[in-house]
């Protein structure tokens, strides 16, 4: 056997015989199955991972499958059903997380019908959660329509073995009607995912190779593998488990034929080995599943055991950087899109008394203030400075101000609000990249960013925050500023996201101003900051406690007892 075969599946002419031999193989022909996986999820996807939020909102079931132990006839499970404030609270969590597609799952329970027809539409007006998958089971037609009319865009129906003997036997029912069901889902305009179960009792390799065969037929929008695990109180329970690296030749093998699918990393995989899901990644996976459902809920939804591993956010992040791709889940907004964004934008005529120009930040003002300290002539750098907002205010206190953004219709309008305010003699405007463009060694007094941070990654703000370390003096300023997660202004899409609240403290280059000191053995166990009419209290015990205080009367009396003790300080 020789990788011909590999090269063949990216053609899509395979046969079955040849997709058997590539689901056996191992060594070296895996490693290069694996290789080209990859190669064919970046060509169509880059590194970017797609992040669900899944909600299982019922461990009712109306079929009684012999490998899965929510069964209609298991008694020994305790059933449970969401309600429509539960489905919605847990949703918002999902939204908060940064989580971009809500799954929403469940046996194949009837009654929840109505609670997600009428949760749908208020996560999608309230929440702005636009991407909503479903995988509920068979349905009727107009059930599906109806699902559809409330906001679902997607479904998930697995086909689960491709053998119509195989599927009667283990899921007492027809495998036709299951396809029709599917049938149904594409006609009504549903993005449609389906699979099958590796290794379950009775199944062939061969059978294996049919599955992945009919996948392609279906020609659907996601596909599964998911490997068989013996579910306890159920026909199967003693049944041993599939073998792992056939489960990941099957990923493999669906990334190659069907190219541009989403493909999960599944949890079971992390059951079967730690680190499991990494391996799926590593096989062409694009997809993993964060489980929000409610921990006293989710230990009685027994899909393949009773101890079966929970995805937590954390641990999807981590796969995702051990295999050196980037979620989709704190995305950071194209480039491209970007530029395009404030192109069109600073298209715009400029209207010198626009609010946009005459807001203010405190952070600037500090800034400026500090930096007019100095007494001397002040140069300024301000990256992303955009249309000169805030370079107009640097030159307007006598700054000398070179001004860098990559949009060229906004340094074209920095220089006609230059002229317009007159400190054209002032204000330098160049276009460019702030991650690519060298600043000379020690040049500036002051570096400002002002909310321009959150378009980049990682690795391009530490090379910002690098270069504007490097371009500053000796005791000179830098300013940075940046949106939070609530910033909306890209139509498709956000900036990086930050956490509420949360400053990020970068090392600066100057010393602190000033620095007084108070009576030797004067250890302090509270820290008190006042910012405009808020106080901050930090308690400092085993167990640190913090107090907010909103009272502008409060925060003046603390000013002043702070006064006063920096007055009788010693320097």
Same mark, same amino acid.
């Given at each position: 056997?020789?990788?011909?075969?590999?090269?063949?599946?990216?053609?899509?002419?395979?046969?079955?015989?040849?997709?058997?031999?590539?689901?056996?193989?191992?060594?070296?022909?895996?490693?290069?199955?694996?290789?080209?996986?990859?190669?064919?999820?970046?060509?169509?996807?880059?590194?970017?991972?797609?992040?669900?939020?899944?909600?299982?909102?019922?461990?009712?079931?109306?079929?009684?499958?012999?490998?899965?132990?929510?069964?209609?006839?298991?008694?020994?499970?305790?059933?449970?059903?969401?309600?429509?404030?539960?489905?919605?609270?847990?949703?918002?969590?999902?939204?908060?997380?940064?989580?971009?597609?809500?799954?929403?799952?469940?046996?194949?329970?009837?009654?929840?019908?109505?609670?997600?027809?009428?949760?749908?539409?208020?996560?999608?007006?309230?929440?702005?959660?636009?991407?909503?998958?479903?995988?509920?089971?068979?349905?009727?037609?107009?059930?599906?329509?109806?699902?559809?009319?409330?906001?679902?865009?997607?479904?998930?129906?697995?086909?689960?073995?491709?053998?119509?003997?195989?599927?009667?036997?283990?899921?007492?029912?027809?495998?036709?009607?299951?396809?029709?069901?599917?049938?149904?889902?594409?006609?009504?305009?549903?993005?449609?995912?389906?699979?099958?179960?590796?290794?379950?009792?009775?199944?062939?390799?061969?059978?294996?190779?049919?599955?992945?065969?009919?996948?392609?037929?279906?020609?659907?929008?996601?596909?599964?593998?998911?490997?068989?695990?013996?579910?306890?109180?159920?026909?199967?329970?003693?049944?041993?488990?599939?073998?792992?690296?056939?489960?990941?030749?099957?990923?493999?093998?669906?990334?190659?034929?069907?190219?541009?699918?989403?493909?999960?990393?599944?949890?079971?995989?992390?059951?079967?080995?730690?680190?499991?899901?990494?391996?799926?990644?590593?096989?062409?996976?694009?997809?993993?599943?964060?489980?929000?459902?409610?921990?006293?809920?989710?230990?009685?939804?027994?899909?393949?055991?009773?101890?079966?591993?929970?995805?937590?956010?954390?641990?999807?992040?981590?796969?995702?950087?051990?295999?050196?791709?980037?979620?989709?889940?704190?995305?950071?907004?194209?480039?491209?899109?970007?530029?395009?964004?404030?192109?069109?934008?600073?298209?715009?005529?400029?209207?010198?008394?626009?609010?946009?120009?005459?807001?203010?930040?405190?952070?600037?003002?500090?800034?400026?203030?500090?930096?007019?300290?100095?007494?001397?002539?002040? @140069?300024? #750098?301000?990256? +992303?400075?955009?249309?000169?907002?805030?370079? $107009?205010? =640097?030159?307007? %206190?006598? /700054?000398?101000? *070179?001004?860098?953004?990559?949009?060229?219709?906004?340094?074209?309008?920095?220089?006609?609000?230059?002229?317009?305010?007159?400190? @054209?003699? #002032?204000?330098? +405007?160049?276009?460019?990249?702030?991650?690519? $463009?060298? =600043?000379?060694? %020690?040049? /500036?007094?002051? *570096?400002?960013?002002?909310?321009?941070?959150?378009?980049?990654?990682?690795?391009?703000?530490?090379?910002?925050?690098?270069?504007?370390?490097?371009?500053?003096?000796?005791?000179?300023?830098?300013?940075?500023?940046?949106?939070?997660?609530?910033?909306?202004?890209?139509?498709?899409?956000?900036?990086?996201?930050?956490?509420?609240?949360?400053?990020?403290?970068?090392?600066?280059?100057?010393?602190?101003?000033?620095?007084?000191?108070?009576?030797?053995?004067?250890?302090?166990?509270?820290?008190?900051?006042?910012?405009?009419?808020?106080?901050?209290?930090?308690?400092?015990?085993?167990?640190?406690?913090?107090?907010?205080?909103?009272?502008?009367?409060?925060?003046?009396?603390?000013?002043?007892?702070?006064?006063?003790?920096?007055?009788?300080?010693?320097?």
């Amino acid at each position: 056997m020789t990788v011909k075969i590999i090269e063949k599946l990216k053609t899509g002419k395979i046969n079955k015989s040849e997709i058997t031999q590539l689901l056996k193989a191992r060594g070296n022909l895996q490693k290069e199955l694996f290789k080209q996986a990859r190669k064919v999820r970046q060509r169509y996807f880059g590194n970017k991972i797609f992040v669900r939020g899944v909600i299982e909102i019922s461990n009712h079931c109306r079929k009684n499958c012999d490998y899965c132990a929510m069964r209609y006839s298991n008694k020994q499970l305790k059933r449970y059903r969401l309600t429509t404030k539960e489905i919605f609270s847990i949703a918002k969590q999902i939204k908060e997380a940064g989580i971009q597609t809500l799954f929403i799952q469940s046996g194949e329970d009837p009654n929840i019908d109505k609670i997600v027809e009428e949760v749908l539409p208020k996560i999608k007006k309230e929440l702005k959660i636009n991407n909503i998958i479903l995988c509920l089971g068979n349905r009727s037609k107009k059930q599906y329509k109806k699902f559809k009319q409330s906001g679902a865009n997607a479904y998930i129906l697995k086909f689960e073995t491709s053998d119509s003997k195989l599927f009667q036997k283990i899921r007492h029912e027809p495998l036709k009607q299951r396809l029709q069901c599917l049938k149904w889902l594409k006609k009504l305009g549903f993005e449609i995912g389906t699979g099958n179960i590796i290794g379950v009792p009775g199944q062939t390799i061969e059978s294996i190779a049919e599955d992945i065969l009919l996948a392609k037929k279906l020609n659907t929008d996601f596909v599964s593998a998911a490997p068989f695990i013996s579910n306890e109180n159920t026909p199967f329970e003693n049944m041993p488990c599939v073998d792992f690296n056939l489960t990941l030749n099957t990923i493999a093998i669906l990334r190659i034929l069907l190219k541009d699918v989403l493909i999960p990393t599944v949890s079971a995989l992390e059951k079967i080995k730690k680190g499991g899901q990494l391996f799926g990644f590593n096989a062409g996976a694009n997809v993993i599943t964060v489980n929000f459902t409610p921990p006293r809920y989710r230990k009685k939804y027994l899909i393949y055991s009773k101890s079966r591993f929970i995805v937590s956010l954390n641990h999807a992040l981590k796969t995702i950087k051990l295999a050196n791709l980037k979620p989709d889940t704190y995305e950071i907004v194209p480039k491209e899109m970007v530029l395009s964004h404030f192109e069109s934008k600073f298209e715009k005529k400029f209207k010198p008394d626009s609010v946009y120009y005459s807001r203010k930040e405190p952070g600037t003002k500090i800034f400026i203030k500090r930096l007019k300290e100095k007494k001397k002539e002040i @140069s300024v #750098l301000d990256l +992303g400075c955009a249309d000169g907002r805030l370079s $107009i205010k =640097y030159a307007q %206190n006598g /700054f000398k101000v *070179v001004g860098i953004d990559f949009s060229s219709n906004a340094i074209k309008r920095l220089k006609e609000r230059a002229r317009y305010y007159k400190v @054209s003699n #002032l204000v330098n +405007g160049r276009v460019g990249n702030i991650t690519k $463009i060298n =600043y000379g060694a %020690n040049e /500036f007094d002051g *570096v400002a960013c002002s909310n321009t941070l959150h378009y980049f990654d990682n690795e391009e703000l530490e090379e910002i925050i690098k270069k504007m370390k490097e371009a500053t003096k000796d005791n000179g300023l830098n300013y940075i500023s940046f949106q939070s997660e609530l910033h909306t202004e890209l139509p498709n899409g956000r900036g990086f996201r930050f956490e509420n609240q949360t400053y990020w403290k970068a090392e600066v280059k100057y010393p602190k101003s000033e620095v007084k000191y108070t009576k030797a053995g004067f250890e302090p166990l509270t820290e008190t900051i006042i910012r405009n009419d808020k106080i901050g209290i930090i308690v400092w015990t085993d167990k640190p406690l913090g107090v907010i205080i909103h009272q502008k009367e409060a925060a003046e009396s603390y000013d002043k007892f702070f006064q006063l003790m920096w007055g009788t300080a010693k320097s």
